[in-house]
């Protein structure tokens, strides 16, 4: 992996990851820095996109190091995408305070017109597992990806306000039957008042974590985002 980049927004010739690499940068957000990996797909899809992935509660210790971020980012590598993961404000070498999903919907818009400005005319594919996956749903509406993809969203768990509005793009919901920590019932009620609904794909015998089962996570969003790339 490839040395940071303490990069700004304005600054479109900034270092950038050769085929199959990574590389760490450090954009200037709303908050400061944000920490973040960027990775070069080894075979770029046509036309070319990127993958902005969000991982889960930072105060539950969620990190762009989750193993379930960390499969989101590689299955959109894997599909020819850019991935870029990140942490969100507060977490790891991530400037400012956590700000209950407000200030992190900030951090995604903001890291969207980034890689736009280095990838212009790219589709983007917002990516996001459990608290990651609801700001990445609010997110949508402003930053309007070609692409959703939602891991366990817990849009009854930790939030007070309404839900946010469907992205209007195809979308699809990655959830485990035996989740723990997000009612995978709750989940599907909440689904069906989309119209459409997203695409659900459910996953028995798997809790929230997915441990020993981060295979079907790939083998969801992989042909998802190939067989929508048209």
């Given at each position: 992996m490839s040395?940071?980049?303490?990069?700004?927004?304005?600054?479109?010739?900034?270092?950038?990851?050769?085929?199959?690499?990574?590389?760490?940068?450090?954009?200037?957000?709303?908050?400061?820095?944000?920490?973040?990996?960027?990775?070069?797909?080894?075979?770029?899809?046509?036309?070319?996109?990127?993958?902005?992935?969000c991982h889960p509660h930072p105060l539950m210790g969620g990190a762009m190091s989750n193993k379930v971020a960390y499969t989101l980012a590689s299955s959109a590598q894997k599909a020819g995408l850019h991935a870029l993961r990140f942490n969100f404000r507060g977490v790891g070498r991530s400037e400012g305070l956590h700000d209950e999903g407000r200030g992190e919907t900030d951090d995604v818009l903001f890291l969207v017109d980034w890689m736009r400005q280095r990838l212009p005319g790219a589709r983007l594919v917002l990516m996001g597992f459990s608290f990651g996956a609801f700001v990445s749903v609010k997110a949508a509406a402003r930053a309007r990806p070609y692409l959703q993809v939602s891991i366990a969203p817990p849009f009854s768990k930790y939030f007070s306000e309404?839900?946010?509005?469907?992205?209007?793009?195809?979308?699809?919901?990655?959830?485990?039957?035996?989740?723990?920590?997000?009612?995978?019932?709750?989940?599907?009620?909440?689904?069906?008042?989309?119209?459409?609904?997203?695409?659900?794909?459910?996953?028995?015998?798997?809790?929230?974590?997915?441990?020993?089962?981060?295979?079907?996570?790939?083998?969801?969003?992989?042909?998802?985002?190939?067989?929508?790339?048209?």
């Open positions: 040395t940071p980049s303490d990069d700004q927004a304005g600054k479109p010739d900034a270092a950038w990851p050769r085929p199959g690499e990574t590389l760490e940068v450090l954009p200037r957000g709303p908050a400061g820095r944000i920490e973040a990996l960027l990775s070069a797909p080894k075979e770029p899809v046509s036309p070319p996109g990127f993958a902005i992935v309404p839900v946010p509005p469907r992205p209007d793009c195809p979308w699809l919901v990655v959830h485990g039957r035996d989740d723990e920590v997000v009612s995978y019932d709750d989940t599907v009620q909440i689904l069906n008042g989309f119209d459409p609904p997203p695409l659900l794909v459910s996953a028995d015998g798997v809790g929230h974590f997915f441990h020993a089962r981060l295979g079907d996570i790939q083998n969801a969003v992989v042909p998802f985002i190939k067989e929508n790339w048209l």
